[in-house]
């Protein structure tokens, strides 16, 4: 039971707290929830299985008769507590199919005899939720409910509890905070707040709840109140800002931010400050609190006491005057600005936009688009600020943003162009741009990106191409264009959206499979689609060699691991023709950075570690006497085993060749003789150890450019094959100091690396060493 109840609440907590428009399915805790409501010997327990199900069970779930028939039988108990606690939970989530179960339980219960019933407190925090429901419907008036609640205030508060501890008192000041307090609300709020200071711990729900009410008070009436009192509400919570606990600190900030600055900014001549000059300092340098809540409320603050203060503090971040800790980490200093833009735009949406647009070019750098790299938590922090925004800011946003799309001479960076993709999939309801020029655009502009940003675009045209009769001729000659000089993955792509665009009702029940609007979602849908028309296709007649031409690349197309080992059966190579083989450079082929895109053409003298061994090499000199010569270092004039990269259309050389992407890259080798002698790393134990200290990213080159720059690093490199476990599909590789202490992981980094057929990678990267893991990712994103 107590593992019962720690899940669920662990459960409820996550459920909660995920990023808005992501839907968290916890059908499978239901029936442990109810369990809980049913089984649960004390009210903690039956409150928690109440709980879960009141926050997260949809109203026509499947289970709600098993809840009615749980919360009837509490309603029949004898035991008052458990009555309490079932009215509570029908007061924050009932259903129609309730009301014949429990109604005539109900009325029985309004001539309930019990003198327990009226002093229980859960009884009165029930019936202010029933009154301000009724007054919310209309049933009770506002002056009538404000006069009570006034009345029920100033009973409560007439014994002095402590204001901690008193969950009535807290539920009243909470219904308070709806009206424009009185004059004697303020006084028994100001009251309240002096007796919560010394509390601490305790009091801080308390003190939120004064600065609450105090919100809706006209300034007039507090600063009577403040004369009246002998203090004011600010100097009340002075302490907490020089507290090194850091949830007091915010609760200076939250507290702070709900009262006009006038009465303690010293922004009004009629009004002194209240803070003193040291104290204003401290406020300043909460904008530099490792803490995103913190700096977002002081900004907030600042925003209101004076708008120049934010600008000015934006400039001088932006052209990067100080924050020295800041800017030597690029995603954070992303993050700090985006911060900013977000405080000073308020609620006005194009204004938001126009300031992302100049941001985000600063950030990327004047480089080639193709060759910049896209900012992950730019792309992260502007989505979720669109989706979590009011219905005319998301308005205003789409307006402006996709209009940029149809000027060709405005140039959208990788980062914006990302954005641009993931809101026309789930905003293209809203756009003020037809469909057929929202798709001219986009293919205009689909040429100067690398390939992981043409794969975004070329989903997101597929996607509005249901929203058109068809694509229009430009539009297809334009991807045409591009399939034409683009990797396997891109044709793919090109090859999908020619094809669908011609029928909308393709994309439309494609779009149906999907589980959200959401870009990725709608990519899922379409592979799956594409999946169940390979399997369609298969089983149509027709001749042998077509079929298993077909289920060749339907395999190759919907492998979940696409970049690993892909290569013909072939004869038994010649041993003396295969290892001593020198590649022919007329079939290499150049990776976006300028570098070889097949492994081993290196100078032995200078990159005599980077070597690749091959599954076929393994097979040929395995029990042979030359593997212990290929495991040792080679000599100066040594030419090193070579492995030919064949292209993807080369249906000539097909035999005894073998992909780059291989998954077999091999690490530095070291000798035979001493490798058992040297100290190893788990991999799957050192990631996991490594979890607090997590990073990740996108690479723009290959995998083996990666290792041979990781090799620079002058540190042992262990590298694990992505068919092997553990995390199989990724290349896996440990970096650690040539002498090794498994005992500790200092000086350690583990990092996997996954393929992509555009010669790019995703990387995920683990180390507790600061500088080493900067120098990893400044070679990663490099």
């Not at 926050?55 to 026509?60: T, W």
């Not at 057929?436 to 675009?457: E, F, M």
């Not at 058992?676 to 996108?698: C, M, P, Q, Y």
Request: net charge negative; charged share 20%.
């Amino acid at each position: 039971m107590k593992q019962l109840k720690e899940c669920l609440v662990l459960l409820l907590y996550c459920a909660m707290t995920v990023n808005p428009g992501v839907v968290a399915n916890v059908d499978f805790a239901f029936h442990h929830a109810i369990n809980l409501a049913e089984a649960g010997q004390t009210i903690q327990d039956k409150r928690i299985g109440y709980l879960f199900c009141a926050e997260l069970m949809p109203p026509e779930h499947e289970l709600q008769l098993m809840l009615v028939n749980t919360l009837r039988k509490d309603l029949e108990s004898h035991l008052v507590p458990r009555i309490c606690l079932a009215l509570d939970t029908l007061i924050h989530f009932s259903t129609e199919d309730f009301i014949p179960a429990i109604q005539s339980r109900l009325i029985d219960l309004l001539s309930h005899s019990s003198s327990v019933a009226y002093s229980e407190p859960i009884v009165a925090s029930a019936a202010l939720i029933v009154c301000v429901d009724s007054v919310k419907t209309g049933h009770i008036s506002d002056d009538m409910f404000h006069s009570m609640l006034s009345k029920l205030y100033s009973s409560t508060w007439s014994s002095r509890p402590d204001p901690g501890k008193n969950n009535i008192l807290l539920k009243v000041m909470n219904a308070l905070r709806f009206f424009t307090p009185s004059e004697r609300d303020l006084a028994l709020t100001i009251e309240i707040l002096r007796a919560a200071r010394p509390r601490g711990f305790s009091a801080r729900a308390a003190i939120y709840q004064c600065f609450l009410v105090a919100a809706n008070a006209p300034l007039e009436s507090l600063l009577a109140t403040q004369a009246q009192a002998g203090t004011s509400f600010v100097q009340e919570i002075q302490h907490l800002l020089t507290s090194e606990d850091v949830n007091d600190v915010y609760l200076f900030v939250v507290c702070l931010s709900h009262i006009d600055p006038a009465l303690w900014a010293g922004t009004s001549s009629d009004i002194p400050a209240v803070l003193e000059e040291w104290e204003v300092e401290r406020v300043m340098r909460l904008l530099e609190s490792a803490d995103k809540c913190i700096r977002t409320k002081t900004l907030c603050i600042l925003q209101r006491v004076d708008r120049g203060i934010v600008e000015a503090y934006y400039t001088q971040l932006l052209r990067g005057d100080s924050q020295t800790r800041i800017m030597q980490d690029p995603e954070e200093h992303s993050r700090r600005l985006l911060e900013i833009i977000q405080v000073i735009c308020g609620e006005d949406g194009e204004l938001y936009i126009q300031h992302i647009k100049s941001l985000l070019p600063v950030l990327e750098g004047s480089t080639p688009l193709n060759k910049r790299r896209v900012l992950q938590e730019a792309v992260e922090d502007v989505l979720v600020h669109v989706r979590s925004a009011n219905a005319n800011f998301q308005s205003s946003c789409i307006g402006v943003l996709f209009a940029n799309i149809t000027e060709p001479d405005l140039e959208i960076g990788p980062t914006l162009m990302v954005i641009l993709t993931a809101l026309i999939s789930e905003y293209l309801y809203m756009s003020p741009i037809s469909p057929v020029n929202l798709l001219r655009g986009l293919s205009k502009r689909l040429s100067l990106y690398s390939g992981s940003i043409q794969d975004a675009c070329l989903l997101s045209m597929t996607r509005i191409a249901a929203e058109s009769d068809e694509a229009p001729s430009d539009v297809v000659e334009n991807v045409s264009t591009v399939r034409d000089r683009s990797s396997r993955y891109v044709r793919r792509r090109c090859d999908q959206f020619i094809s669908l665009s011609r029928s909308k009702a393709q994309i439309k029940h494609i779009i149906s499979m999907a589980k959200s609007t959401a870009l990725p979602d709608f990519m899922v849908a379409l592979e799956t689609y594409e999946v169940e028309k390979d399997n369609r296709e298969a089983h149509l007649p027709s001749s042998p060699s077509l079929v298993s031409a077909r289920s060749s690349e339907s395999v190759s197309r919907n492998s979940p691991y696409p970049h690993e080992l892909r290569y013909d059966a072939y004869e038994p190579p010649k041993l003396t023709s295969r290892l001593r083989r020198l590649s022919n450079s007329s079939s290499s082929r150049q990776s976006e950075d300028g570098s070889s895109r097949f492994i081993g053409q290196v100078r032995a003298s200078q990159e005599a570690l980077a070597r690749t061994i091959t599954p076929g090499d393994l097979a040929l000199v395995a029990g042979q006497a030359e593997l212990t010569s290929m495991a040792s270092p080679p000599a100066p004039n040594t030419v090193l085993p070579v492995v030919q990269i064949m292209d993807e259309d080369d249906t000539t050389s097909r035999v005894d060749l073998i992909a780059l992407d291989s998954p077999f890259v091999s690490e530095p080798l070291v000798s035979i003789s001493t490798a058992s002698s040297v100290s190893e790393f788990d991999f799957e134990a050192t990631w996991n150890l490594l979890d607090s200290a997590n990073s990740r990213g996108w690479s723009e080159v290959p995998i083996n450019v990666v290792v041979g720059r990781l090799q620079g690093l002058q540190r042992r490199l262990k590298m694990i094959a992505a068919d092997v476990a553990p995390f199989e599909g990724d290349v896996k590789i440990i970096i650690s100091p040539e002498i090794a202490d498994t005992s500790s992981t200092r000086g350690v980094a583990v990092l996997r690396l996954k393929g992509s057929e555009d010669g790019s990678c995703l990387w995920r990267l683990r180390c507790g060493d600061e500088q080493l893991r900067s120098s990893i990712r400044n070679i990663l994103s490099g």
